[in-house]
């Protein structure tokens, strides 16, 4: 299993991790194809996640999830973390879980490797935070 922190935007589904719901934003529906945006976190990191379907109704907040063959990419201008056609999303348990919410994987501009074409790696910080999860004060 990999931390959240360790994570890095690529077009394949070979992400397997576990962490907690923190948070879900509004449905959207477009069509047939319900979607919402949550906030998940484990001991290492945060990251933005997208829920389908179901699965905006099924997960809630406390909730541990383990994700296997999860992409990490841009879904509409978003870098989201999700299962994708041929991963899996799973609960395991609740409240359990220690996590942090900095830094947010989703947050960070990520760029290509110049020694290396095919990899991206962290350029610069957006937000410590999630900016679409503003942290309650």
Same mark, same amino acid.
């Given at each position: 299993?990999v931390?959240?922190?360790?994570?890095?935007?690529?077009a394949?589904?070979?992400i397997?991790?576990?962490?907690?719901?923190?948070?879900?934003?509004?449905?959207?529906?477009?069509?047939?194809?319900?979607?919402?945006?949550?906030?998940?976190?484990?001991e290492?990191?945060?990251?933005?996640?997208? +829920?389908?379907?179901?699965?905006?109704?099924?997960?809630?907040? /406390?909730? *541990?999830?383990?994700?296997?063959?999860? &992409? !990490?990419?841009?879904?509409?201008?978003?870098?989201?973390?999700?299962?994708?056609?041929?991963g899996?999303?799973?609960?395991?348990?609740?409240?359990?879980?220690s996590?942090?919410?900095?830094?947010?994987?989703?947050?960070?501009?990520?760029? +290509?490797?110049?020694?290396?074409?095919?990899?991206?790696?962290? /350029?610069? *910080?957006?937000?410590?935070?999630?900016? &679409? !999860?503003?942290?309650?004060?």
């Open positions: 299993m931390f959240l922190k360790d994570i890095t935007p690529a394949s589904n070979n397997d991790t576990r962490f907690i719901l923190l948070d879900t934003g509004k449905i959207s529906a477009e069509g047939q194809n319900k979607t919402c945006l949550a906030l998940v976190a484990d290492t990191a945060a990251v933005h996640f997208q +829920l389908w379907g179901q699965e905006c109704d099924t997960f809630q907040t /406390g909730d *541990i999830m383990h994700l296997s063959n999860g &992409i !990490f990419s841009y879904q509409r201008k978003n870098l989201v973390l999700r299962a994708g056609k041929r899996k999303i799973e609960k395991t348990g609740e409240f359990t879980l996590y942090v919410e900095m830094p947010n994987m989703s947050e960070i501009n990520w760029v +290509l490797d110049p020694n290396n074409r095919n990899k991206y790696i962290q /350029g610069t *910080i957006i937000s410590n935070y999630s900016r &679409i !999860f503003p942290p309650v004060r």
